[in-house]
């Protein structure tokens, strides 16, 4: 079972690694040794129900299964007697915490009762349960000489107890000899306040005691039977589950709703039963685990309605076991926690439960995450009725109110100098070197230090300025030479001046990069033939053929401007380096938390009335991967600002906390996923296999459901939707993958796979370990495969593991991006140039394909807009359906909402535009 997983190879193996040097040969031995004597902590009265204590009393008898003497201490509650095993210390206080009812252990005697306890019982290892709970494990871990080990299980927004605590926390926490969390939701959340190194150990339960389980016969009498667990208070929704069983039971006369659970809300619930005639409601109270596991065998569908705050929820993990379909609110904990296994769990959790109780996410799934729920199906019979209640629920639960102001600033408002700009980055960048890397990760945090050639106009997203470059180009009536006059009073942060060798070089490394150097955009500026500096501060492009997009590739953001002087000592020196021209310097960046920059003294840049820029004295890049952890940064006021865009939901919840103190500003997205088949990997080299993979996707479908809960919306091809380059829809749904008809599109790809000799294919998909919008997406991408037999493993990666598999060709099927700073075929066609040739670190397909190259060549050739779109719509043909190279999923929607005090600062249709924060500023609150 799990149980016996987690405690013999978990935590022991945990404080194994963890532990000093000095100690750890002894750990070792102990550890291999017939027989330990090993003490449980629990903040949470043992033996209460809850599922810390669940955790708990599953280890104990694990360990004492394989021979181990073990004593669980904890403060006693009420007149609760003591179990088997327990050491009672102290007396158990209840305080309100995390949205729920806490305890705390006080005494007098506390420090006298602990020392004889230890004195008396000689532990070799002591295992710790939220060892911060005062006062218990404190006072443990100040007397205790054995080694320690703790484990974290809380999950929610800011804590001001562990934020206000942290200096005296971070005493006891340098007493651990290693920590665990059970989840990255609580990985993440305990973190924030005390950083260091935590292994994930997800929580387990014996499948076989509650698959096992006898059901109560006199419940076995036709009805359909909904199911919660759990304490009854805010947090865990059990209001919500008794609407939306008021909405459901006058159309479904046979449903029971039965409560296994004891709380604060109980009176307010079953009055809401009495005033409303509610038939079939069991309140069972608080139930002993034999009848708890009875109670889950007995129902036909469990619910967890949770508001929030869960950073596991093993409930879900019983009722699976018990073979039970499971409608569970969308929440980070449930869905990174492990406890649904049938969607986003990992392999080894599923194959835990029993094979014939299993099925996988149906069609469903999509519309049912729309409304703010995720259902797991694994009865047929009961999959209608799961998602009419799922969507019940969520019509119960409260909906965004509105508000947040579209505006960036008032109108006429002056900007203000000072402050420092505190945003978010969930994301880390592979290098520091902006010619080299594709995301926004690196673009956010280190654009600041950099300036470009020429720039997007901050006031006017649409208009390019000049940036160290002194005025326009200069072009020559064939439009072979651009003639570009340079700013004289540039210097780079370590002092030196900038000339025009500096951008020569700059270029030189982008468009001819030397071999060894990688250099993405390199296909953007085919046409470039020579560059060259006939003075200090002049430099000339001579041009191969006249190019629509070239002066507005001037432009890129990711060309920042560097020094010739280190590139000649160096070619590399800037991926692990900063010295930029920009208006910020560089200060520190610590990884996994935190960028900072401060003002450039130095710097050239004047706004129109002559001000000295930046307006900042310096910003805060703070590194947040955790979803639900960037939005309660902005709600607590810790962050000001994120860039990349949030969710509907995010937004509606930020609407609904902060009325009065928020900006949002919205607008269509040059960004979207591309499924990519690695096409020198069997059996994706064979066409028809890549044609199945997007015939079998119904995007119209996806877009209607994925758009309420996602940052994804319109349906398009490889140029964006509504775009001067989009083709019209009719002739888009000519395109495999495109048809309105998804059932004959699924058929036909049942076919290509069976032709093909693989008509149960299965496959790892590659995905990056962002949640917006790479997770919806990928479930919702699976989904789709698997109505015609495809089995796709989600293969779920951090940003730079993601894009290392990436460039080395290290995967089968990958959820790409392609995201750019505007309309332009260059850009947006650049994935799909030759592997080997121009397409060289941004084609993660890696074919070679000399006619697709001709095609791209002769697009980017042709001055005529409508015969330049004629020629883009043969490639999307020939890319997407004739060769079904790769192709896009759905194209995104950027949602920004951030405090109102952040001015200066507009959205554009990309996050890679306007991120220098040359003209941003704070407004006084």
């Not at 865990?236 to 659970?261: D, N, T, V, W």
């Not at 065998?297 to 929820?313: L, M, R, V």
């Not at 199906?377 to 009725?385: E, I, N, S």
Request: hydrophobic share 40%.
């Amino acid at each position: 079972m799990l149980g016996t997983r987690v405690v013999r190879a978990g935590w022991a193996q945990t404080l194994v690694e963890g532990a000093p040097n000095a100690r750890r040969h002894r750990l070792r031995l102990r550890l291999a040794s017939a027989r330990m004597k090993i003490g449980i902590v629990s903040p949470y009265a043992y033996p209460r129900p809850g599922g810390a204590n669940s955790y708990i009393r599953e280890s104990y008898q694990e360990l004492r299964r394989i021979g181990h003497d073990v004593r669980i201490i904890t403060a006693p509650w009420g007149d609760d007697p003591p179990a088997q095993d327990v050491i009672q210390i102290g007396q158990a206080i209840a305080v309100p915490y995390n949205g729920a009812v806490g305890r705390i252990t006080l005494s007098l005697r506390l420090e006298w009762l602990v020392s004889r306890m230890l004195e008396r019982e000689r532990f070799d290892i002591i295992h710790h349960h939220e060892p911060l709970v005062p006062f218990l494990s404190m006072q443990i871990l100040d007397s205790a000489r054995c080694p320690n080990v703790a484990t974290f299980h809380a999950f929610g927004g800011f804590s001001f107890s562990y934020w206000a605590g942290r200096v005296i926390g971070e005493r006891y926490m340098k007493r651990l000899d290693a920590r665990i969390a059970v989840s990255s939701a609580a990985r993440h959340f305990i973190s924030t306040y005390f950083p260091g190194d935590y292994r994930i150990i997800p929580n387990g339960v014996d499948v076989r005691f509650y698959a096992n389980a006898k059901p109560f016969p006199e419940y076995e009498d036709g009805k359909t039977n909904i199911l919660f667990v759990g304490r009854v208070e805010p947090r865990k929704g059990a209001m919500y589950l008794l609407r939306a069983y008021a909405k459901l039971k006058p159309r479904f006369p046979q449903l029971r709703l039965i409560f296994c659970s004891a709380g604060p809300q109980i009176g307010q619930m079953r009055r809401f039963v009495r005033q409303n005639g509610l038939g079939d409601v069991l309140f069972a109270g608080r139930v002993d685990d034999v009848d708890k596991a009875r109670f889950y065998k007995t129902a036909d569908i469990f619910c967890a309605p949770s508001t929030g705050q869960e950073s596991f929820g093993i409930v879900l993990l019983e009722a699976m076991a018990a073979g039970l379909p499971v409608v569970a609110s969308d929440i980070h904990g449930y869905k990174r926690g492990g406890g649904l296994p049938s969607t986003t769990g990992p392999t080894s959790q599923r194959s835990s439960l029993n094979s014939t109780k299993r099925s996988s996410v149906g069609r469903a799934c999509a519309r049912v995450r729309a409304e703010g729920v995720v259902l797991v199906v694994t009865y047929r019979r009961v999959a209608a009725l799961s998602l009419t209640f799922a969507l019940a629920l969520a019509a119960c639960s409260p909906k965004a109110t509105g508000g947040g102001s579209q505006t960036p600033a008032p109108a006429g408002e002056q900007p203000r100098p000072g402050g420092t700009l505190t945003f978010i980055v969930n994301a880390e960048p592979p290098s520091y070197d902006g010619h080299r890397e594709t995301t926004f990760a690196l673009l956010h945090p280190i654009a600041p230090h950099y300036s470009t050639l020429y720039k997007f106009d901050p006031s006017d997203l649409t208009k390019v300025i000049p940036d160290v470059a002194a005025a326009m180009p200069d072009v020559s009536s064939d439009k072979l030479t651009y003639t570009i006059k340079l700013r004289t009073d540039v210097k780079f942060h370590d002092g030196q001046k900038m000339t025009s060798d500096d951008v020569v070089a700059t270029y030189q490394k982008i468009i001819f990069p030397p071999t060894g150097v990688l250099s993405p955009r390199a296909g953007a500026y085919a046409a470039v033939d020579t560059i060259t500096n006939p003075a200090p501060d002049q430099l000339v492009f001579k041009l191969k053929y006249p190019s629509a997009s070239f002066a507005t590739n001037l432009a890129s953001p990711w060309n920042f401007i560097y020094s010739a002087a280190k590139l000649k000592t160096d070619i590399h020196w800037y991926e692990k380096n900063i010295d930029g021209t920009g208006p910020f310097i560089y200060v520190s960046n610590t990884k996994g938390a935190d960028w900072v920059g401060k003002k450039n003294p130095d710097y050239f840049g004047k706004d129109k009335s002559g001000t000295q820029l930046p307006y900042l004295d310096g910003y805060k890049a703070l590194v947040i991967t955790d979803a639900n952890a960037e939005v309660n940064a902005i709600r607590s006021k810790q962050a000001m600002i994120e860039f990349r865009g949030f969710t509907p939901q995010q937004r509606d919840d930020l609407s609904r906390a902060l009325p009065n103190d928020l900006a949002i500003q919205e607008a269509p997205w040059i960004c979207v996923n591309y499924i990519v088949p690695n096409t020198k990997v069997k059996p994706f080299d064979d066409v028809r296999v890549r044609q199945a993979l997007t015939l079998a996707i119904d995007r119209y479908a996806g877009s209607a459901s994925l758009q309420k809960i996602t940052i994804v919306k319109d349906v398009g091809g490889l140029m964006r939707p509504g775009g001067p380059f989009a083709q019209a829809d009719a002739d888009l749904q000519k395109i495999a993958g495109y048809s309105t008809d998804a059932a004959a599109a699924k058929t036909k790809a049942k076919q290509l796979l069976a032709d093909a000799g693989v008509p149960n294919l299965s496959f790892k998909f590659l995905n990056r370990n962002i949640t917006t919008p790479y997770e919806p997406v990928a479930l919702f991408v699976i989904d789709q495969w698997k109505q015609v037999g495809i089995t796709a493993t989600h293969d779920v990666k951090e940003t730079s593991a993601y894009q290392a598999d990436l460039r080395a060709g290290n995967f089968q099927v990958a959820l790409d991006f392609n995201c750019d700073f505007l309309d332009e075929p260059d850009l947006q066609l650049a994935k799909f140039w030759s592997a080997s040739g121009l397409g060289k670190g941004l084609n993660f397909a890696y074919y070679d394909d000399a006619d697709l190259d001709k095609m791209i060549d002769a697009q980017s050739r042709e001055t005529d807009p409508a015969k330049r779109k004629t020629l883009v719509a043969g490639i999307e043909k020939y890319a997407m359906d004739t060769k079904a190279y790769q192709y896009p999923v759905l194209w995104w929607y950027r949602i920004i909402p951030y405090l109102n005090v952040v001015r200066g600062w507009r959205i554009g249709s990309n996050h890679y535009t306007n991120q220098d924060l040359e003209t941003v500023w704070l407004a006084q609150k």
